[in-house]
């Protein structure tokens, strides 16, 4: 699968209610906000990159690319509502979702799930390591949107429910670090000791 046809989306649209409702994509790490270091992790992989917020959206421009919030009323939903949100924007035959809070996400990603899809005739395609598929790092065809749109009206959230309709390659990787995420404090201290602190003011 050629990188010209991928469009990376960063999903930044959470609550971080587990983080006490800060934006983890605006906690540093590294110095530097979690967010940034995964835009420079996916941006060689793919053509062009959105970022899903729905909360500092002008520092997330700051950034560079296009930032796109939730369409009303599902601001918040989940990430099924960023990846509608992203490929409503999609110009590209696939969409690659990656999480804000994962500053490992592995520099072959894409090219590995598209592999994968590609190889056995899907339509999605999950990374999975040390027996844990990653349902939020999913590279889907972009023509899914009508089928997403329709499944988030008739009161679906959740990822696997919507991606178990369709045939889905997964992808075994080694390195689990490369897929750890921030969902409490006791995880940013984990991955970098130094205090946390916020890029923005909430």
């Known amino acids: 699968m050629d990188r010209a046809d991928i469009t990376g989306l960063i999903l930044a649209g959470g609550r971080g209610s587990r983080l006490g409702g800060i934006d ?26 959105l970022i899903n917020a729905n909360r500092n959206l002008d520092t997330y421009r700051t950034f560079g690319p296009d930032v796109i919030p939730d369409a009303a009323p599902r601001s918040f939903a ?16 696939y969409l690659l979702a990656v999480p804000c809070d994962s500053p490992l996400l592995p520099p072959d990603l894409a090219a590995r799930l598209g592999a994968a899809m590609a ?14 598929v990653q349902p939020v790092f999913c590279l889907m065809e972009s023509a899914l949107h009508d089928d997403l749109r329709d499944f988030l009206a008739a009161g679906g959230s959740k990822v696997d429910a919507w991606t178990a309709r369709h045939p889905t390659a997964i992808v075994d990787f080694t390195d689990a670090a490369a897929f750890e995420n921030i969902n409490t404090p006791a995880d940013l201290h984990r991955l970098d000791p130094t205090p946390a602190r916020s890029a923005a003011s909430e």
């Open 78 to 93: 989940g990430p099924l509502a960023g990846f509608l949100a992203g490929l409503e924007q999609c110009r590209t035959r």
């Open 24 to 49: 983890k994509g605006l906690q540093r790490w590294r110095g530097a906000p979690l967010a940034l270091h995964v835009l420079r992790r996916l941006q060689p992989q793919v053509v062009t990159v």
């Open 119 to 132: 190889a056995t005739n899907t339509r999605i395609a999950h990374p999975r390591a040390a027996g844990r």
